[in-house]
């Protein structure tokens, strides 16, 4: 039975739709995990699920699920999803593209009069990005039961904010337990959001593994003092303390195997004022690296370098671990299935490692699971700049078709 093709024209225009959704009065996106924005994005995929004939489930954390359950088809679901909420100033595609591609998939199978041997299941999770409350991918970590439901809701988040009152707030915070849908197996499309694709002109990356990720906040205090007449011999800055730590992290990044990476993504001193010797300085440290010993070399020997800024700069250093998720492999017999149908739409395909986080490493915890990349121009992300082109879009969306398809009959 040949299965109609996407809808592109109606993926596009929501993938368009979607994007203008939390823009600001300067036209950048921002719709982070539980926000007013994050709301406005919800309601209007619940709707789209609604509109393909899908359950609308939603879980203690906000995990929202759509199922496609016709009569008498029964057994785990094959689950498709990623993620709505972004980064400040964001791109278009980062999550959405999943989501998005999991409706448009269920559509093209009811449209073909398609009837699947298993339920289909369509998740947007919840904080995947975990730049408001951390850790990320926060609500697929719940559903695989990686962090108690209760413990994600009270986390506080970097404006103060607690996210189960936020949920609640928005109405996000739905009946059901989390995990309450154990899928069979997990499928996730998503931009690769690096260069590798592109560069080698591959239309499909099957991704094998992802990397391991650590993050922590380091608070550095030394003493607030006038910029004048403080002598430099008798200062302890913070702020110097910090700027030691940024290169030390790149260099130490740099000498690795060219795959460790090292982010200081957030930096603030305090009193933060011209002519006051900064007394504390808050830094974020984002280490990954796909090998698990060689991320905690990584760490060691950044734990040793903040012994090290102690005794140098006469500063205390305290640290706050915020994620830490050692690397995934993805399920091999997926990864095969989908190498094999790009083979079969005659698409270039290419095993390959996922540099970023994705709801998929949660999911591999309880049920088999696997990604598709599709190439982002420039190897752009997390940036208003993000694009991928719509044929590789098409490509990707077809390929999810494919597998989701194949794992709903075997
Ligand atoms: O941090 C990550 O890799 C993902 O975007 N949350
Ligand atoms: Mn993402
Ligand atoms: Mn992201």
């Known amino acids: 039975m040949t299965i109609s093709q996407i809808d592109m024209p109606r993926f596009l225009s929501r993938l368009h739709a979607l994007s203008e959704i939390g823009r600001d009065g300067q036209g950048r996106l921002t719709r982070l995990a539980a926000s007013d924005a994050d709301r406005a994005g919800r309601e209007t995929v619940a709707a789209w699920m609604h509109e393909a004939g899908l359950e609308v489930l939603i879980d203690r954390v906000g995990n929202l699920i759509g199922l496609w359950q016709p009569d008498g088809v029964t057994g785990a679901p094959i689950m498709m999803g990623s993620h709505i909420d972004t980064v400040i100033d964001a791109g278009a595609y980062d999550g959405c593209v999943g989501v998005l591609a999991g409706i448009a998939v269920v559509e093209a199978l009811k449209a ?72 069979h197996a997990y499928v996730e499309l998503h931009v690769e959001q690096g260069p ?8 499909i990356g099957a991704v094998a593994d992802l990397q391991g990720i650590s993050w922590q906040e380091v608070t550095i205090d030394g003493t607030a003092n006038h910029a004048g007449t ?21 260099d130490r990044a740099r000498a690795g195997n060219g795959r460790s990476v090292a982010t200081v993504g957030r930096l603030r001193f305090e009193p933060d004022a011209i002519n006051i010797i900064p007394g504390r300085a808050i830094l974020t440290v984002d280490l990954r690296d796909p090998d698990a010993e060689r991320l905690v070399a990584l760490e060691t020997d950044f734990a040793v370098q903040l012994d090290e800024i102690r005794r140098t700069e006469d500063v205390t250093v305290t640290i706050r671990r915020l994620a830490r998720f050692e690397p995934v492999l993805f399920d091999a017999a997926i990864v095969r299935t989908i190498e094999a149908a790009a083979a ?67």
């Open 112 to 183: 073909a009069g398609y009837r699947p041997g298993r339920p289909l299941a369509v998740a947007a999770f919840t904080n995947e990005e975990g730049v408001r409350y951390a850790p990320d991918m926060m609500g697929s970590l719940v559903y695989a039961d990686g962090l108690a439901p209760e413990a994600a809701l009270a986390t506080v988040g970097t404006d103060g904010t607690v996210l189960g009152e936020e949920l609640a707030r928005i109405g996000q915070a739905g009946p059901h337990e989390p995990g309450f849908l154990r899928p």
């Open 196 to 203: 590798v694709l592109e560069r080698e002109g591959v239309a």
């Open 230 to 250: 403080t002598p430099m011999a008798l200062r302890r800055d913070a702020g110097v303390a910090a700027a030691h730590l940024i290169t030390w992290l790149r």
């Open 344 to 410: 079969a739409r005659h698409l270039t395909v290419r095993r390959m490692t996922s540099g970023a986080g994705h709801d998929a490493q949660m999911m591999a915890r309880i049920c088999p699971s696997a990604m598709i990349f599709v190439p982002s121009i420039g190897g752009i992300s997390h940036n208003p700049r993000e694009q991928t082109h719509a044929r590789d879009l098409e490509a990707g969306v077809n390929i999810l078709l494919d597998v989701a398809s194949h794992l709903s009959n075997v």
